[in-house]
């Protein structure tokens, strides 16, 4: 169990290293290099930062002289982003294709709702617990199982407990055998 949970979060921080990467590295302003000039959406040189509420959804390594260029656009429900695009916050990853936005890796992105899974690495949206775990799910990165936290919920390893709630019994078998806690309201 313990080299699954490893696993789990080695996942973790190699999808927030490329997301953080991508966001403090670059996106979004000018789309040329005479006019560097914030610019909401569009195609903008890497280096430049993605407005709130933004996500990069193209990808030209020829672009802004070698450099690379990317393509941004306002966040919505089903759209696939390039590994390094921001998430939006109530945003979750819900699929992943490594050949996509251009060879880079891409994801998809969703409103979080209850009942859905979710890419390794996804956010957890607030109020929302980690029910099930596929290892093999989201095109072989892992896949989590999100659900509205209520009482009387089984919840995996990594799982938030939200305020008001507390863990308490165990269950070596349950997440698909990376154990589990009973969380009722506190």
């Known amino acids: 169990?313990?080299?699954r949970v490893a696993a789990m979060l080695g996942a973790f921080v190699l999808f927030a290293a490329v997301v953080l990467?991508?966001?403090a590295a670059g996106t979004a302003a000018a789309a040329t290099e005479a006019a560097p000039a914030a610019r909401v959406g569009g195609w903008s040189c890497s280096g430049a930062p993605v407005p709130a509420g933004y996500v990069i959804t193209?990808?030209?390594r020829n672009g802004c002289s070698g450099r690379g260029a990317w393509f941004q656009q306002p966040v919505r429900d089903g759209i696939w982003t390039c590994s390094g695009s921001p998430i939006v916050?109530?945003?979750v990853i819900a699929g992943y294709d490594?050949?996509?936005c251009s060879g880079i890796g891409a994801w998809y992105h969703?409103?979080?709702r209850d009942g859905m899974w979710t890419c390794s690495g996804s956010p957890i949206v607030p109020g929302y617990v980690v029910t099930g775990h596929d290892r093999n799910g989201c095109n072989g990165i892992g896949a989590w199982y999100h659900q509205l936290v209520r009482n009387g919920i089984w919840t995996c390893p990594g799982s938030p407990i939200p305020p008001g709630y507390r863990?308490?019994?165990y269950n070596a078998?349950?997440?698909n055998g990376l154990g589990a806690w009973f969380t009722v309201r506190a």
Do not use: Q
Request: a positive charge; proline letters at 4%; aromatic letters at 8%.
């Open 21 to 23: 990467t991508g966001t």
């Open 1 to 3: 169990m313990r080299g």
């Open 110 to 112: 969703r409103l979080a």
């Open 58 to 60: 193209a990808y030209d």
């Open 89 to 91: 916050p109530g945003y």
């Open 173 to 175: 078998t349950g997440c």
């Open 98 to 100: 490594r050949n996509g």
């Open 167 to 169: 863990s308490t019994t």
